[in-house]
């Protein structure tokens, strides 16, 4: 789906002509007839088709920006099989033409080989003021078949990974499948979204762990190509097989750990496992007030036990004027 906002801006707006082509996947036959649609994508101005055409027997297409917007993105789809399918960014600026990569088009099943998992990032950061720490993961799904992976139903999602279960509040971030494609069932990532073959497609998706968690085993319930960590608590413990230390990266100016492994088979053992929290002198706080509070009250003591006998029959006389004004 197409997103939009507020007007851009066309300084240097200039009118941009874009061929391409559709062809079925499999065999790289030109797809003839099929609607060429040029969508504009803008974030704060107007979204939606610029121009469309139908594609010529060789699966050509050739569509026109009037007027090109530099601050808006440009991206041409083609529908088959009720699947849309994208081309990449059109460059638009300081060009007026523009010749795209072929769209590749498939057809659809709800069987085949499993999805593939290429790559897992997981980013974890330092706990927060409450404790709780934010968790990033980009997985890096492919389809090593020859159709477009479709969901059979509500109950049978095109691919689904594990979560720690302790993650909680789950969001989807962005990425190559629409979050509303994308759920949480129990410990669960389930994704009912179109996989088609050839290129891989990223999902990206955050959580938090709570403040107790000292220790977070990371799930692999399927065969993984490759699994990355970065962590910002660059003391954590990182246990897993085949693992290599990578170094310490900037990122963003902030500082996180890089760790790796090879392949991983279903159940190897992942964890990190987070330092004891630090001291803090606010948690001393209360005993350093008690303290406080004794001292001053021996020292008090102190000071009436060592008065003179003047001193100490004045205090009595003194007593003794305020108990007759009270009586």
């Not at 890096?140 to 979560?163: E, M, S």
Request: hydrophobic share 40%.
């Amino acid at each position: 789906m197409l997103a939009g906002g507020g007007a851009g801006g066309t300084l240097g707006a200039q009118r941009v002509v874009i061929s391409g082509r559709v062809l079925h996947g499999p065999n790289r036959k030109p797809l003839s007839g099929a609607w060429a649609v040029l969508h504009r994508v803008h974030m704060r101005g107007a979204s939606g088709p610029v121009d469309s055409t139908r594609t010529g027997p060789q699966g050509e297409y050739r569509l026109r920006i009037a007027r090109a917007d530099t601050s808006a993105m440009y991206v041409v789809s083609s529908w088959y099989r009720g699947i849309a399918y994208f081309s990449e960014p059109v460059p638009v600026r300081g060009t007026a033409t523009a010749t795209l990569k072929p769209i590749l088009v498939y057809d659809t099943t709800s069987t085949g080989p499993p999805i593939r998992t290429q790559r897992r990032l997981v980013t974890i950061a330092l706990p927060k003021k409450d404790g709780t720490r934010s968790v990033l993961e980009l997985v890096v799904l492919a389809n090593p078949g020859t159709a477009t992976r479709v969901a059979p139903d509500t109950t049978h999602p095109t691919w689904a990974g594990a979560v720690p279960r302790e993650a909680i509040q789950f969001e989807v971030g962005e990425g190559d499948v629409s979050a509303e494609a994308v759920g949480l069932r129990g410990d669960t990532v389930a994704v009912f979204g179109p996989i088609p073959p050839d290129d891989a497609k990223q999902l990206s998706y955050s959580y938090v762990l709570p403040a107790t968690t000292r220790r977070v085993i990371i799930p692999i319930d399927q065969t993984l190509d490759e699994l990355d960590l970065l962590l910002e608590d660059t003391t954590a413990n990182v246990a897993a097989p085949d693992l290599e230390f990578v170094g310490v990266q900037p990122i963003e100016q902030r500082r996180f750990a890089g760790y790796r492994t090879g392949a991983l088979r279903p159940g190897a053992a992942v964890s990190v496992t987070f330092p004891a929290a630090g001291f803090h002198i606010q948690t001393m706080l209360p005993y350093v007030i008690a303290l406080v509070a004794l001292a001053l009250v021996a020292g008090l003591v102190v000071a009436l036990r060592k008065q003179t006998p003047d001193a100490r029959r004045q205090t009595s006389d003194l007593r003794c004027q305020t108990s007759d004004v009270n009586l």
